[in-house]
């Protein structure tokens, strides 16, 4: 029982997994209990088991598995994370617990399946479970298709998809197990439950004996339909509702209907396998099908037949079957073939489906007239054929070929064509049947309803009945106004038997039912165009339609329109009446009777008196009755006739006119006014409107009347009218006032073809007034038409056509008023929608009305034999003729003959130049045949985007340039539908990949709505986004945002989950990543660009991009009304046709405008800008020449940041006024840098603009601002932001190749001051792109600016890395300019310069000629490799040096830089390291790896400010002499001022710096003597203070490992193994030895996880033969690593590495899962240690964390693991530590800019309430605080102390007061201080320590080993130590002078045996080094390593007593502002050697 009572101690997870079975059966039970009792779906509690619910199901244990099955079921059951476990848990279930013999384990595996499923985890569910099929267990097969079949039963086919498992039934059905078969009979019959007779088809082929057994116990199954009996957890509503009805007693009516809609209708064809049948063909089908004997052709038929049999075919190229299929049809004389051929026809359409629909097209005109056949089989068969095919097109599509038919002379071809059109109206609904295919469809088939035959007659009633079925009486009826009414009552009655295929979901009936409401329930189904339809009918409708609306019964013509009529007559306006619709006229005597009635007597006697002014009372009189007269009771037509009697309009008093006609506006607005009313008066007032006088009344009278009657028909009558007289005036006016009629009533059923012949009269006129007012009229017209109106005019006059065009640009901008008037005058029914919809029409329309040739003629055989012929100059000929023939023609109708299918058989001609010619004709056909194109998209558009994938540039621009011009004829729809374009996507050609995803991406965000076949495109867009080629990768990381926009996030990752499991993360990291940058979906379109549909225009006249302007007003919200105005204003001044815009004169009042501020500070306006920019809601300022929409985006972005004065200026069209802009710039430089700094990016943009000026002037000026400008960047230490650098420097890189000398000088001159705001290494890749220009003179200057860089700052600028830079400049030594070439060759000399003899590896091959130049160039060059380049010696410290004191840290750049301090350090090491180099034997020479040539560093101009000490402004040239090394007179010292012997540390030192070799064999070696060191006891004390520098040469060797030994093909991978062993097996002996594992810094030990971490997901480890045991020593000595280093440093360091992962897009989660691990593990270990950990460093460290990673920030990660981990974390420590945790908080100084103190609050809260009384805590409190003040005050007291000691002139003191200090509080903690120092410190410190208590008992004497005296222990040491703080501005805040660096230099040369003597004004080198230099004897590599590892300690102890005396410190893990560089500079540099390393390799 001993082993039992050490089990039972164990926590619950640990006893889940303990080996014992029954210690794992206990842990069920109780995991059991636990799980029920967990309230909280959402506890942690949860979180611990999340890996071990799969080891509860697969416990090999029966008993023990069977508890944990019950356990894992209830986890499920309640635990919200349980989700995350489907996969494995399910895959366990299906393999370890299906194949159980025990019935109950089997049992439970089902729960856990369908509990999963209830969970919403049903998809990998049945993955599983169908997987488990393919398992060779009969058992678990059979317990798969059981859960499967139960899952069915339960939650029905909606949530279990079928098709999967229906594909596998067939195999189960065939399995030798009878089981098994039995068991798929059960799951047939369910599924069969479920969908009925779609099962059929797909088991046909099963043995027939078992398909009867099946058909069998179908007929048994009940036929009410199943419905679901479990729920999801998202489906609850519809569970309560199911258990209501269940408690009711079952099927209450209303819930079968409601659960009928829930059960899906499942399509059999969705559900089959498709079958590729062309290659199945017989070899000789096509030249049987063509044979004399019609036996040959039956047989071929037959062969066809029997294969289009097959239900679904496998897509593929149909074209030439159909062909023949269709001649058969069309030409056979044998009836009995071509009801074969019809038959064969139907069967493709019925297995392609849409697939079939690009062949409709041919195939239905030949059908529809060989329906002349009388045969009864043949009928049938062609009824058959073009029904199939029907469904796999629209209506639409098919609608010109069969109106064609219509009119033929055969009434059986009328009679079968009328009744297709009734069979296919059935398949319509409203939103499918709109109005524009009505109209067409209607008078049709009213030509046919008065048909002389009777069959004829019958067939059109039933197509019209079936349409009023479909589309409503209300869309119907406005075409069968005149009707009789018997015809009428029989078209009602066909409508009242006619089913719908899809259900009454309109019809007549319902609609006289509803009455009034109809109209407003027919747009809710008819979708977007409800709102159109409604307003359209109620303008046409007549009184037939009103009747039943209305109640009195009067005459239909006087009924007011009821209230509810769409958009009409809610001002109680007249009733529109239908154009047919006239009042009958009335004979004179009656009119005087009716007006006798109304009129006073008098009146109507002086009507026609002589005297006027009784005219004129009389005329008053008149007024006043009509006033006073009542609608209904008003007789308009005697009224007006009574006016018009004589004199009538001839009326010469202009006052009685003026009222007559004032009279006629009257009547026309107060009654009933009819057209035939009209016709009396207009006449009259069309005569008057151009009086001058009466004018404007008969004006009025016209609008009036245009209401009462609808503008259409007015306006045309008036214009008719005007233009068949002969008055000028009255024609001009009468323009005049149809321009404004226009506006005010809007454009909806205008006669655009009447109004054009008349407009075009009138341009013709000699009067120039009436020419003026058409052009007006043609402007107003341009508002609503758009572009295609211009094509009415092309063959005007140019001189008129230029005024035209300028009026069309004049109304460019603007946007068609909103109609107040008429029925367009909204109300309640007109919505925006419909307004769009009606705008669009109009556009339509016109393009309609365009007169149209048919060409189909001249499209003959021969031409089109031509076209196909062998010899390509005949194919050229026929070509030639079609590009005629359409010229000749200008607008086509799209019958275009045999013309399609042989330009298409053109597109893949061998000779590229009849392609390219063939692509022009599609473009000219698409212009020409305007949006009917749209039926040839399928058959021409998709091959010419096969084009695309060209390998010729100019070809695939060509197509480009067609598929663009036919988009915009065609939309997008067209193209998307279908699988035409995923199948041009699958195709594995990179240019058409490239291309055809940029047209995607660059249409895809112009829509608003997308079939949903673009999902089909996705899969091969994964595809694309892992193609091999870079463009491919690119342009399909570009297009997946657009995607998004229209398929949503959620359906893209769905379809990864076909992908393999390593690209479906990469596709979804970049889904992830692409989700933040999906823009808007484009809104509704505004008015304006509406019209921009249907536009064949040219392109000049497309309005300006809308997408444009709206996003830049997005981007401005903040002031968007000046953008408004502006635009406004722009617009109306006439602009200029080249698109430059030119802006209203700048509006000044005085000068006093021009004071305050040029440049406004708008916060963050910057940041927004990039950020919108990233997010591609605005153009990236990319261009080759800058467009219109650039510009107008950087005005409008300037707009709110810029004076408005000074804008208007910058945007001017004359030159003169940029350059006084530039002058104001400049003037306002200094006074506004702030301001300048805020919008540096666009003053940078609008400079870009200035480079594209032809004007010198100007770019001098702007060469001159960039100069001063960059002059004052480079002063406020700005750096160049990556988007300000990439929409700058590569235009300014384009002017250095201007001829002009002086401009290329000064670019020069910016070049070089760029360096100091933006690395050198990035502007290297901008330049190297510059050497690609066709511009000879910019390729030389480039090459030779690459050449100083390089001079400059050494090699390290060469990016990406210096041996592909190299390659590139080598190229151009072969140009064919002079001058480049000389360039190209001083550069790569300037180069060897540097770089030595290396530069011929790295430039790779070159041809004899060139190499031979260089070699001869570098002869010539007297410069040899040894001296270092001069400039940068001299130029580095001068610019250094003028960095200012004064500046904020507020503007730094990126935090990239280091400080100027480390620059030195590097700059003076690496100078010294050269001469060292180059005079002392090989042995000591470093490789190339590790030199320190880290030049970048220099350049970057440092984030710390800092003053430089004086020791710079010694003279620096005897640096570069030689250094002479004599023999050392004495022993050389260790670098670590250890008390060991320096020989010992030396040669540590050496073997340490062999650990990192990139030689395998001495890396193995030197591993092998440190561990030997380490294992001996004795000896391994050596080691201490050599840790961390041993600890970062294993990393180097870990990464060189994984970076390049892994990656070395010669090398063998047993070699890598044993490398890896010794490297971990060393660390492990270091790691078991506590005392030197402490020692480990926390950056070192971070990047040591990082090495590990990384090591261990590499998957090339696992392909080691000894892969597994490498990573299970990775795993070990991961483990001792975090339990012996120092718990500070671990926990911090993962901290910091876990959030670094987060940061970096690029880390696997997996990286991040393994770091949380760790942090788990350490937080396990917490109660052990809590005590020895430095909480309050703890605490800082996850305060930073929470800074970087705020909670919402944490919640959006993919996982909440890391939200859980810091969570745990935080409530472990507030666990261990209680309240006083809160007193550890000292270390951070801005507690508010993280949630860690108020988390903490509310843990402690929380956890207070659960434990004791108030009272207790009260006191607890109480001493908390004191204790808290005691060990404050303590720490204060330390803090001063460790000061003194760190500063060199009171250093003894601190040590005299920390003796004094430990010896009064004995118990004092100064561990904690010294823990945070270095190694060196703190030694140095017990040493002092030990040294005062030794003289204080008089023994004083240091033991002699050390070498050293006490005095020099007293001032050189601590002094070097410290020197970076105390250069800074030490932390004292006192200056050391030179003095002092020289002094101990002195003491440091003659320790090493130097001769100091000559060299006492050399600047010491060492003073810049943290520690004294290291000894010639050891490497660089060691120099490097110790450096970085001192830096990093002094870092952290710096950071600590700054920290302590409360100084701010920056974000980042806490570095002070004195700190000389962040921590992760330092890493970064590690980083960056390893990069160099394994580049020359």
Request: net charge neutral; charged share 30%; glycine share 6%.
């Amino acid at each position: 029982m001993g082993d039992d009572s050490e089990w039972m101690k164990l926590p619950i997870d640990q006893k889940c997994e303990h080996k014992l079975w029954k210690a794992r059966l206990n842990g069920y039970e109780e995991a059991l209990k636990l799980f029920q009792k967990i309230d909280d779906e959402k506890s942690p509690e949860w979180s611990k088991y999340l890996g071990l619910i799969k080891k509860f199901v697969t416990d090999s244990n029966a008993v023990a598995q069977l508890k944990g099955l019950e356990a894992a079921l209830a986890y499920v059951e309640n635990a919200h994370v349980a989700g995350k476990t489907t996969g494995e848990v399910a895959s366990g279930v299906v393999n370890k617990v299906f194949n159980q013999p025990k019935a109950r384990a089997k049992e439970l595996g089902l729960d856990i399946c369908l509990m999963y499923i209830e969970i919403e985890k049903g998809e990998t569910v049945q993955e599983e479970l169908l997987k488990g099929l393919d398992n060779k267990n009969p058992r678990i097969i059979v317990a798969c298709i059981e859960t499967l079949r139960k899952a069915l039963s339960e939650f029905g086919s909606k949530i279990i998809s079928l098709k999967p498992i229906i594909k596998v039934l067939p195999k189960l059905f065939e399995s030798r197990e009878k089981a098994v078969r039995d068991e798929a009979k059960l799951l047939a019959v369910e599924i069969y439950r479920w969908i009925r007779d779609a099962l059929r088809p797909p088991l046909q082929n099963i043995n027939s004996v078992q398909l009867k057994e099946l058909e069998e116990e179908w007929v048994k199954v009940s036929s009410a339909a199943p419905k679901q009996t479990r729920f999801l957890r998202s489906q609850q509503e519809l569970k309560a509702k199911f258990e209501q009805q269940q408690a009711a007693g079952g099927d209450a009516d209303g819930g079968d209907d409601d659960e009928e809609e829930v059960v899906p209708q499942v399509d059999a064809y969705e559900l089959l396998e498709a079958v590729e049948i062309l290659s199945k063909l017989p070899k000789d089908f096509y030249e049987k099908i063509e044979a004399k004997k019609w036996q040959e052709r039956k047989e071929a038929l037959e062969a066809v037949e029997m294969l289009v049999k097959n239900p679904k075919l496998e897509s593929g190229d149909y074209a030439d079957l159909v062909k023949v299929l269709k001649k058969v049809v069309g030409k056979d004389t044998n009836v009995m073939l071509v009801a074969l051929a019809a038959k064969c026809l139907a069967g493709l359409a019925t297995g392609l489906r849409k697939k079939f629909g690009q062949y409709a097209g041919h195939v239905v005109p030949t059908i529809l007239e060989k329906f002349k056949e009388k045969k009864p089989q043949v009928v049938q068969a062609l009824q058959e054929a073009i029904d199939a095919i029907f469904l796999t097109t629209t209506l639409q599509n098919i609608s010109e070929d069969v109106l064609a038919v219509m009119d033929n002379k055969n009434p059986t071809i009328k009679q079968q064509t009328s009744l297709f059109i009734a069979r296919s109206f059935r398949h319509c609904t409203p939103s499918t049947l709109p109005k524009s295919l009505l109209k067409p469809f209607c008078a049709a088939l009213l030509k046919h309803i008065n048909d002389s035959a009777p069959e004829v007659r019958d067939a059109g009633f039933e197509a019209l009945g079936t349409a009023l079925k479909v589309a409503g009486e209300k869309a119907v009826n406005p075409f069968l106004a005149d009707v009789d009414k018997l015809k009428l009552d029989r078209i009602k009655e066909c409508a009242e038997k006619v089913e719908l295929v899809y259900g009454k979901k309109t019809g007549g009936a319902a609609e006289k039912k509803e009455g009034k409401t109809a109209p407003g329930r027919t747009p809710a189904l008819s979708g977007a165009g409800g709102d159109k339809e409604t307003k359209d009918a109620a303008a046409k409708r007549g009184p037939l339609k009103k009747a039943p609306a209305v109640k009195s019964g009067g005459p239909p013509k006087k009924s007011k329109p009821a209230a509810a009529m769409g958009g009409a007559g809610a001002k109680g306006k007249k009733g529109p009446e239908t154009k047919e619709i006239f009042e009958s006229e009335l004979s004179i005597e009656v009119c005087e009777e009716k007006a006798a009635a109304v009129l006073p007597a008098s009146c109507i006697q002086q009507l026609d008196s002589g005297n006027w002014k009784e005219r004129l009372a009389c005329m008053e009189e008149f007024q006043k009755a009509v006033e006073l007269m009542e609608r209904s009771e008003m007789p308009c037509q005697a009224l007006v006739r009574m006016l018009a009697k004589k004199p009538g309009w001839k009326e010469t008093n202009f006052q009685v006119m003026q009222m007559k006609l004032h009279i006629v506006a009257l009547i026309a607005q107060k009654g009933n006014f009819s057209k035939t009313s009209a016709q009396v008066v207009l006449d009259g007032l069309v005569d008057k409107v151009g009086d001058v006088k009466c004018g404007s009344n008969a004006k009025e009278a016209m609008t009036a009347i245009a209401e009462a009657c609808q503008l259409p028909w007015t306006a045309e009558q008036v214009v008719a009218m005007a233009f068949s007289q002969k008055n000028p005036k009255n024609q001009s006016e009468t323009l005049n006032w149809l321009s404004n009629a226009i506006k005010e009533f809007g454009f909806s059923g205008l006669n655009v073809k009447a109004f054009i012949s008349n407009v075009k009269t009138a341009l013709a006129a000699t009067n120039p007034a009436v020419r003026t007012s058409a052009i007006t009229l043609l402007g107003v017209m341009y508002l609503y038409v758009g572009p295609p109106l211009r094509m009415f005019f092309e063959d005007e006059k140019p001189a008129l056509l230029s005024q035209i065009d300028a009026e069309f640009e004049k109304m460019q901008g603007q946007t068609a008023p909103v109609p107040t008037r008429g029925i367009s005058g909204h109300s309640a029914g007109g919505g925006d929608d419909g307004e769009e919809e009606e705008q669009e029409d109009v556009g339509n329309d016109v393009v309609d009305l365009l007169p149209r040739t048919d060409i189909g003629d001249k499209i003959t055989a021969e031409l089109v034999a031509k076209i196909g012929d062998k010899n390509w100059k005949i194919r050229k000929e026929g070509l030639d003729e079609v590009t005629s023939i359409i010229n000749e023609a200008k607008f086509i109708q799209p019958n275009i003959g045999e013309l399609p299918a042989a330009l298409k058989s053109r597109l893949n001609d061998s000779n590229k130049i009849l392609v390219q010619q063939t692509l022009s004709i599609l473009q000219q056909l698409a212009t020409a045949m305007g949006p009917n194109i749209k039926q040839y998209v399928k058959n021409l558009g998709i091959p010419v985007i096969t084009v695309l994938g060209d390998s010729k540039n100019n070809v695939r621009a060509a197509a480009l340039a067609t598929v663009n011009a036919w988009a915009e004829q065609t939309g997008m729809k067209e193209w998307l539908e279908g699988e035409d374009l995923s199948e041009e996507l699958k195709k594995e050609n990179p240019f058409l990949r490239q291309e055809l995803l940029g047209w995607l991406a660059e249409k895809l965000p112009t829509l608003r709505s997308v079939p949903s076949d673009l999902l089909l495109c996705v899969p091969h867009l994964y595809s694309c986004l892992e193609d091999r080629n870079g463009d491919v990768r690119k342009k399909a990381q570009d297009a997946l945002p657009f995607f998004m926009i229209h398929l949503g996030f959620e359906k893209m990752a769905k379809a990864t989950s076909k992908l393999k499991p390593t690209s479906k993360d990469q596709v979804l990291a970049m889904l992830e990543k692409a989700k933040a940058n999906v823009p808007a979906k484009p809104a509704p379109p505004a008015k304006a660009s509406s019209r921009v549909v249907g536009g064949a225009a040219p392109a000049k006249f497309q309005p300006a991009s809308a997408l444009a302007e709206d996003s830049g007003s997005n981007t401005m919200e903040s002031k968007p009304d000046p953008k408004k105005a502006k635009a406004g204003s722009a617009s109306s001044k006439a602009k200029g046709v080249q698109g430059k815009k030119m802006l209203s004169k700048p509006n000044l009042k005085e000068d006093d405008d021009k004071s305050g501020p040029v440049f406004i500070i708008v916060p963050n306006g910057k940041e927004q800008r990039m950020k919108d920019e990233k997010g591609l809601k605005v153009l990236k300022w990319n261009f080759t020449t800058p467009r219109d929409e650039y510009i107008e985006q950087l005005k409008t972005q300037m707009s709110s940041c810029v004076a408005k004065w000074l804008q208007d200026e910058m945007f001017h069209a004359d030159f003169q006024h940029h350059n006084k802009a530039l002058a104001v710039m400049i003037e306002h430089l200094e006074s506004e840098k702030d301001g300048v700094i805020s919008c540096l990016d666009l003053i940078l943009k609008w400079l870009t603009l200035r480079f594209f000026d032809t004007n010198t002037s100007v770019l001098m000026k702007a060469l001159e601002y960039l100069k001063v400008l960059f002059h004052m960047l480079s002063q406020e230490e700005y750096h160049l932001t990556e988007n300000e650098a990439s929409s700058f420097i590569p235009y300014l890189i384009l002017k250095v190749g201007e001829p002009k000398d002086v401009i290329r000088r000064d670019v020069r001159a910016i070049l070089n001051k760029m360096c100091l705001i933006y690395p050198a290494s990035k502007m290297f890749t901008f330049i190297m792109e510059g050497t690609k220009s066709k511009n000879s003179k910019q390729r030389a200057e480039c090459l030779e600016e690459l050449g100083c860089l390089v001079e400059s700052y050494g090699m390290n600028v060469c990016q990406p890395t210096p041996g592909k830079a190299l390659k590139e400049m080598a190229i151009h030594i072969g140009d064919r300019d002079n001058t480049v070439r000389n360039a190209a060759l001083n550069t790569i000399v300037t180069v060897y310069n540097v770089h030595g003899d290396q530069v011929f590896k790295l430039i790779g091959n070159l041809s004899e000629k060139d190499m031979s130049m260089l070699e001869e160039r570098i002869k010539r060059s007297a410069k040899r490799p040894s001296a270092a380049p001069l400039r940068q010696a001299e130029e580095k410290p001068q610019r250094t040096q003028n960095v200012g004191a004064n500046a904020t840290m507020l503007r730094k750049g990126p935090a990239e830089d280091v400080s100027s301090k480390l620059k030195i350090m590097y700059r003076t090491y690496r100078i010294q390291n050269r001469n060292m180099g180059s005079h002392s034997e090989p042995a000591h020479t470093v490789p190339r790896e590790f030199q320190l040539d880290l030049d970048e560093i220099e350049n970057d101009n440092g984030t710390v400010r800092c003053e430089m000490p004086a020791l710079v402004q010694h003279k620096l040239d005897d640096i570069f002499e030689p250094v002479l090394i004599p023999e050392p007179k004495i022993r050389a010292v260790s670098p670590h001022f250890d008390d060991m012997h320096s020989s010992t540390a030396s040669i540590i030192n050496l073997v340490v710096s062999q650990v990192a070799s990139g030689d395998v064999n001495a890396s193995i070696q030197a591993l092998a003597q440190i561990d030997e060191v380490l294992r001996q006891e004795d000896k391994a004390e050596a080691m201490s203070g050599h840790i961390d520098q041993f600890l970062i040469a294993t990393i180097m060797q870990l990464r060189l490992i994984y970076s390049t030994h892994m990656a070395d093909e010669k090398l063998d991978k047993d070699e890598i193994v044993k490398l890896c062993s010794c490297v971990f097996g060393s660390m492990i002996s270091l790691f078991q030895i506590e005392s030197l594992a402490r020692e480990a810094s926390i950056g070192v030990l971070k990047d040591l996880v990082h090495s590990l971490i990384t090591l261990m997901l590499d998957s090339r480890v696992e392909d080691l033969e000894e892969g597994e045991q490498v990573i299970r020593s990775i795993n070990f000595l991961v483990l001792k690593v975090l339990k012996k280093s120092d718990q500070t440093n671990i926990l911090s360091a993962l901290l910091v590495l876990l959030q670094d992962s987060l940061l970096t897009t690029a880390s696997s989660p997996k990286f991040s899962e393994l770091v949380m691990k760790c942090l788990w593990r350490m937080v396990r270990l917490l109660p052990e240690t809590i005590n020895s950990i430095n909480l309050d460093r703890i605490l800082l460290e996850i305060h930073t964390f929470l800074k970087v990673f705020p909670k919402e920030k944490l919640k959006q990660c993919k996982s909440d693991l890391p939200m859980r981990t810091l969570k745990t974390l935080i409530h472990t420590l507030c666990e261990l530590k209680g309240p006083k945790i809160l007193d550890h908080l000292t270390m951070i100084d801005d507690k508010n800019e993280s949630e860690l103190e108020a988390y903490l609050c509310s843990v402690m809260k929380h956890s207070m309430d659960h434990s004791g009384s108030k009272a207790d805590k009260d006191t607890e409190k109480g001493a908390s605080r004191i204790e808290e003040k005691a060990s404050k005050a303590k720490a204060d007291i330390l803090a001063e102390i460790f000061k003194k000691i760190g500063s060199k002139e009171s250093t003894k003191e601190g040590l005299a007061e920390l003796y004094e200090y430990k010896k009064k509080y004995s118990d004092a903690d100064i561990e904690y201080f010294l823990k945070l120092s270095s190694q060196f410190f703190r030694s140095y410190v017990e040493r002092g320590l030990r040294l005062i208590e030794t003289e204080q008992e008089g023994k004083g004497r240091i033991p002699a080993s050390t070498g050293i005296s006490p005095q020099m222990e007293g001032s050189c040491v601590p002094a070097s130590t410290h020197t970076v703080s105390s250069s800074i501005g030490n932390t004292n805040g006192e200056e050391v002078g030179p003095s002092v660096y020289l002094e101990r230099l002195k003491i440091l040369r003659q320790r090493c045996g130097l001769d100091s003597a000559k060299q006492e004004d050399r600047p010491p080198l060492t003073s810049l080094l943290p520690k004294p230099s290291v000894p010639a004897v050891a490497s660089s590599t060691d120099m490097l390593h110790s450096k970085l590892s001192q830096l990093r300690e002094s870092r952290e102890q710096y950071q600590h007593l700054d920290l302590d005396s409360n100084q701010t410190h920056s974000s980042g893990i806490g570095t002070t502002l004195a700190l000389p560089s962040s921590g992760t500079n330092i890493d970064d540099l590690k980083k960056r050697l390893e990069r160099i390393k394994s580049s020359r390799k």
